[in-house]
């Protein structure tokens, strides 16, 4: 059962590309949380998208084949405290034959490509990353990675029971807050059976075999080939050419 889920974490992971571009593109406008908006966006116009759209969708579809499983809140974290840190980051978990497990198919380029467990069980994902669930304060957990240096934070999360209108206003807040990392940043994922590519703002990065490599793109001809390259994202030469000048215009006075 677990490999299961693990595989189809994987595929959805490969299928769907992480970003935030109809965000940007968009000014802004707010994203629909709803089935049929996300299946249309996600599946059938390959748009992709970020955690509270891919992840929602992905809980969706395991609920139709009868899983059980809930939507949770987290708090990013990335090494650092979680005081005060918003709630800003969507996943779920899903139990596995009477074990809890996290699934997350919308973290970027840091998303574990398998279930994880609860227990505190190191888990390799299908990129060897080594992940880790660890219970803290006050019936508080933490998602990790083991690093040559110890265990590094993502995000720290609770198994309370959230509701539809907390996602949404944490979806509102992500989606058009001056101060979310998603309405001033291009953030752009892609998972493929050997590399992990990613864009942070204009700087390609892929990651395969462990090694990192990073690339600046200073060309709009250049940025819509790599996308059109590395990413299942459907976006029209028009679209690229937009985005690459509102991300340009962004890191010039960011």
């Keep these: 059962m677990k490999k299961e889920i693990d595989n189809k974490v994987f595929e959805f992971l490969k299928e769907n590309t992480f970003n935030n571009v109809d965000i940007l593109l968009s000014n802004r406008e707010i994203l ?9 966006k996600i599946k059938v116009r390959k748009r992709g998208g970020y955690c509270f759209e891919l992840n929602e969708l992905f809980y969706r579809l395991q ?18 405290s979680s005081e005060n840190k918003p709630r800003t980051h969507q996943m779920s978990i ?21 279930s994880i467990p ?26 990790g990675v083991l690093k040559d240096e110890g265990f590094f934070s993502l995000y720290e999360f ?10 949404e206003l944490a979806n509102y807040y992500t989606n058009t807050h001056n101060d979310s990392k998603f309405t001033n940043n291009l953030l752009m994922a892609q998972f493929s059976d050997k590399k992990i590519s990613f864009f942070n703002n204009l700087v390609f990065s892929v990651i395969e075999n462990g090694e ?17 390259r590395s990413f299942t994202l ?21």
């Excluded at 629909?32 to 249309?40: E, I, N, P, T, V």
């Excluded at 084949?65 to 939507?71: A, E, L």
């Excluded at 060897?128 to 998602?143: W, Y």
């Excluded at 609770?158 to 996602?167: A, C, E, G, H």
Aim: aromatic share 12%.
């Design 118 to 143: 609860l227990n505190g069980e190191v888990v390799e994902d299908f990129y060897q990353k080594k992940f880790i669930v660890r219970k803290g304060k006050n019936d508080t957990f933490q998602l």
């Design 212 to 228: 990192r490599e990073d690339r600046n793109i200073d060309s709009a001809e250049d940025f819509f080939k790599v996308l059109s």
């Design 158 to 167: 609770d198994l309370n029971q959230y509701r539809q209108p907390d996602f």
């Design 94 to 114: 899903i139990n596995i034959m009477g074990g809890l497990y996290l699934v997350d198919v919308g973290f970027g380029p840091y998303a574990p490509t398998c």
């Design 63 to 80: 609920i139709k084949d009868g899983q059980d499983i809930q939507r949770v809140l987290a708090r990013v974290t990335y090494g650092e």
């Design 234 to 254: 459907k976006l029209s030469r028009e679209e690229c050419l937009k985005l690459f000048r509102i991300v340009k215009n962004q890191n010039r006075h960011g």
């Design 32 to 40: 629909r949380l709803d089935f049929d908006s996300l299946y249309q």
